[in-house]
């Protein structure tokens, strides 16, 4: 990927959350915290569900992909903001941006198709019981997260190569703690026509078309579960659903928010995107830990193999 065309400017400054000091020294502090809970948190769901036999199904497959996202994704935009909270110099290059971007896209995107193949599971395994072993088999399941991750990548390399063509030779600052596409635009002195219409295309391609198929997905599981005879059996459907349509709300609700907002530096923006790119990974290991009792159950049952391995002997 050449760089030649940004010989205007070599460099963007972040402007970040806040320019007061006392203020970023919190902030650097929470935010901290928040990044070494996301790293434990799904480090722990990978781990249960990698050690745990009672976990090596199908949705507990996808769980453990969206938590290896969930750890990429916090990790390609909260390390820089940690850095900048610290520094005076609070610059990105803008072969570092470009890269932001992109990662941001491609793990965005991986995110929408996991969830939208998670919501296909849980289709199968309601209105398809009897057949669910048939369907998903570990080749699909194996197919169905490739092909997630492969369309994310083309759909941020689609993204990223009309952005690469752009001159920056305005207004170095973006008002913002990380690198977004829609914050690029105002910078450029070039034609962002072509990356606009790319980005408008792919965002309804690839956000509304796995948006449709979640709900396609869920209005075939309400319409199956309200013709139960049972009201037990109409409940235990709902409960195994109420965690991923949790994840799915705070993810698809924070990231239209933020980009049906115009981009403006205000607060209430970057509010929204701390909420897309940094509460998402942090919350997901929780609810579908505190909302699942075979989570629940599994985290134990680790920690207690755990601790009998290490624990020596005379004091078990």
């Known amino acids: 990927m050449a760089l030649g065309n940004h010989s205007a400017i070599t460099e963007f400054i972040l402007l970040g959350l806040s ?3 006392h203020v970023q020294a919190l902030l650097f502090v929470l935010f901290l915290v928040i990044y070494l809970l996301t790293l434990m948190g799904n480090l722990t769901m990978l781990l249960v569900i990698r050690t745990d036999s009672h976990l090596h199904t199908p949705m507990y497959f996808f769980l453990s992909h969206l938590s290896f996202l969930d750890l990429c994704y916090s990790s390609v935009t909260v390390p ?10 609070k610059t990105i290059s803008v072969g570092g941006c470009l890269a932001q971007v992109f990662f941001v896209f491609d793990a965005g995107g991986t995110e929408a198709c996991l969830l939208s193949v998670m919501a296909y599971d849980r289709y199968v395994a309601i209105c398809h019981s ?28 689609i993204n990223i190569l009309p952005a690469m063509n752009l001159d920056f030779c305005k207004d170095q600052s973006i008002p913002h703690y990380s690198c977004e596409l829609p914050s690029l635009f105002p910078l450029s002195c070039s034609d962002v026509s072509t990356s606009l219409t790319v980005l408008l295309c792919s965002s309804l391609l690839h956000g509304f078309g796995t948006c449709l198929l979640i709900v396609f997905s869920y209005a075939l ?7 139960m005879s049972h009201s037990s059996g109409r409940g235990k459907a709902f409960s195994t659903c109420s965690s991923h349509l949790s994840a799915i709300i705070l993810f698809y609700g924070s990231i239209s928010l933020r980009y049906l907002m115009p981009t403006s530096g205000s607060p209430l923006e970057l509010i929204m995107s701390v909420q897309y790119s940094v509460v998402p990974p942090l919350v997901n290991p929780l ?15 680790t920690f207690r193999n755990y601790l009998q391995y290490t624990l020596p002997k005379d004091r078990r």
């Open 80 to 89: 820089k903001l940690l850095e900048n909270l610290l520094s005076q110099k």
């Open 221 to 227: 599981i309400v319409s199956t579960t309200l013709s």
């Open 287 to 301: 609810i579908y830990s505190l909302k699942n009792k075979e989570v629940k159950a599994a985290v134990r049952r």
């Open 19 to 21: 320019a007061d000091p």
């Open 130 to 157: 009897l057949h669910y072993g048939q369907v998903m088999t570990n080749q699909v399941c194996m197919r169905l997260v490739c092909s997630s991750w492969g369309l994310s990548f083309l759909d941020a390399l």
